[in-house]
């Protein structure tokens, strides 16, 4: 049963435009929710993270919206840019720094 | 910022060859580190979870006598593939977060390991 499900495999979005990536999520216990970026060969990089006291989060660029009713969060990107280009991971954990549970990753490309 | 540095990168081994991947908090210290497994266009998977000074925990379908964890310090995390066979080849990531404090997960580089 996967408890965190990301449906878009890949996402093509033009340059300067805004990038949404959805995740959904099943467990309600789930309390912590992070973004990871990643490519090809390489680790995960941080992105950003919201507590589920909390609806939105901005760094940036960057914006994480929760809907914990829905059990449905968003990754904004605005505006993107080629360098965005990558998988997008998002996770879920219970609590700050525990195990994560990943989604199936999307697929982002910003063209120019 | 938080690093995890991963060692191999890559490595390439015999089947039924031992293979040890080493995993290191670079500027803090860890009381826990994950170890996941990425086969090719999928998730990550969890495969167990390592504390520093007591025994590894592992996901369920994770072989604990195969992949074995050794966490001896509060910097440093091993994974041991053993008797390595073509089907553990795929790529094995560490992570790890502070132990004081609110912080996410970082993750090491990752090693691709490829048993022919």
């Known amino acids: 049963d996967q408890q965190v499900k990301q449906n878009s495999p890949s996402l093509s979005v033009q340059e300067g435009r805004i990038s949404i990536l959805n995740c959904d999520y099943t467990?309600?216990?789930?309390?912590?929710f992070l973004w990871y970026k990643k490519y090809p060969a390489e680790g995960p990089t941080f992105l950003i993270s919201?507590?589920?006291?909390?609806d939105k989060n901005e760094d940036g660029r960057f914006t994480v919206f929760l809907n914990k009713s829905a059990k449905h969060l968003s990754l904004h990107i605005v505006p993107s840019q080629p360098g965005d280009s990558a998988v997008y991971f998002c996770a879920a954990s219970l609590g700050y720094g525990n195990k994560l549970v990943f989604g199936a990753g999307t697929i982002l490309r910003v063209k120019s | 910022g938080a690093v995890v540095s991963q060692h191999p990168s890559r490595v390439i081994c015999k089947s039924g060859t031992s293979v040890k991947i080493e995993c290191r908090s670079l500027?803090?210290?860890?009381?826990?580190m994950f170890w996941y497994r990425q086969f090719p266009k999928q998730s990550l998977m969890l495969m167990a979870t390592s504390n520093e000074g007591s025994k590894a925990t592992y996901e369920q379908g994770v072989e604990k006598d195969k992949f074995l964890i050794n966490h001896a310090s509060l910097t440093l995390s091993t994974l041991t593939v053993t008797s390595a066979h073509p089907e553990d080849s795929s790529f094995y990531i560490c992570?790890?977060?502070?132990?004081?404090?609110?912080?996410?997960?970082?993750f090491g580089n990752g090693t691709r390991l490829t048993v022919t």
């Open positions: 992570s790890a977060s502070m132990s004081t404090g609110n912080s996410p997960l970082h």
């Open positions: 467990n309600s216990m789930f309390d912590y």
């Open positions: 919201i507590s589920s006291i909390k």
């Open positions: 500027d803090f210290q860890a009381t826990t």
